[in-house]
């Protein structure tokens, strides 16, 4: 019961370590430099792969919101909270990322014509109320409920708004997509998928050591108020300090 | 359930006929916004995306006055525990609130819309007029879903008044942008529709995909 979140948590963070460095060998010293970008291209196999993690932590934090309220079991919320947190603080780098990738590439730190950095904005926003949303519910079995609501009509709007912005324009920049994925060529394409590897690999990581943390503190939490409640029901039997 | 629900929407507009609490005050809110824009742009008369978005804009933030107070009476009086008392079904009351919403959305822009037309817009409202109704009217209801599902999910929480816009708006987002481009042509000077299908289909997506969502996941919510 204590290592259910711990399990087989040794092997993945070699196995994150291991990818990570393949993934920073492979961007400096294997994928080509950009023709007309240059050397800030690069910045492409951190910044892409860390939104396709982040918006997948958000969905995955919906889908497992499902769960606890199909299922009533509160380690579903507590996974769903961290899976959103993480992705949280991925978008941060997601949006830190762009603004100078943006800079870089086209002079300016923030673009609205770009639908994928909008739509990312818009979505970072919504989740950042999640946590005054979570944080002012006292009850902490209400609280789950409450944010799990919250994490599934999130979940399903994130494909809506990416849908709406490419929508809203469409009608004046027609463009081409999948630019990221269908013509890459084959060096910078292993590198790209090398590094999204990574970045799930932390992702998980991150997201088990987190929960481990949480669950241990909570069973600290528990095991603390259990002696204080035997300390004041047999205060004889109570060590003596000093 | 429709019953049900028929019986707490008529209870919420008594409620709202008699205390005229939410209505007039959104309505208020729009004719001070649309000064405060005169004023803000320096413009007299305003058309195209301006225009468009000025109007959208402004029903929106009405609309989070409408939202935040949608559960105030049950909350402040009381009354939330005689409902969850009885036993009815939770969606009955899902579907009695985003009625009232959209009631309220539907009088609001009765008002708001020609005082629009009066105060800030440089063409004629009429030629846009049929085309802009079915606009308001697929916006109304995904406002009311969402306005519903965002009002219940912040009732529970301390700070309510804060929740509801910064959860609301972001939101919206899809609504705002379906609604405003469909919108934007047709208040230029020779009003003509454009891309006014796509739109339309996404606003009536974007409105089914969240009574759905709503549907399903209300019953979490105000289930002690």
Sequence with gaps: MERVYSKGF??????????????????????????????IQKI???????????????????????????????????????AIHLSIILGTGVLITGAIWAKASWGHWWVWDEPVLVSFLIVFLLYCVYYPLRFSIE??????????????AGGAFVPINFTAVRMAEAVTHPRVLSQTGGNLPGEMRLTFLVSLLAMALLFVTLWKLELTSKHASAQLKRLRSRLELRAEEHPAAQPVTR | ??????AILRKDLTIELRTKESVPAMTLFTVTVY?????GLDRDSLDGELASGVLWVTLLLASVIGVSRLFAAEREQGGIDALLLAPVDRTALFVAKAAALFLYLLVLELVAVPAFGLLLLGPDLLAALPELLAILLLADVGLAAVGALVSALAAETRARELIVPLLLLPLLVPLLIGAASATA???RAGAAPEDLGRHLVLLGGYDLVFLLIALAVFDFLLED
Excluded: N
């Design chain 1, 10 to 39: 040794r092997p993945l963070a070699i196995a994150t370590v291991l990818t990570t460095v393949a993934a920073f060998a492979l961007i400096f010293f294997y994928a080509p430099l950009d023709a007309d970008q240059g050397f």
């Design chain 1, 44 to 82: 492409f196999y951190v910044h892409v792969p860390m939104a396709i993690v982040a918006l997948c932590g958000f969905v995955a934090g919906g889908v497992m919101a499902i769960r606890h309220l199909r299922t009533g079991e509160r380690s579903w919320d507590m996974r769903s909270y961290v």
């Design chain 1, 139 to 152: 009850d902490p079995e209400r609280q789950a409920r409450y944010s799990s609501v919250f994490a599934i």
């Design chain 2, 1 to 6: 359930m429709i019953r049900t629900a028929g």
């Design chain 2, 35 to 39: 000064v405060l824009f005169h004023f």
């Design chain 2, 185 to 187: 042509p047709l208040l």
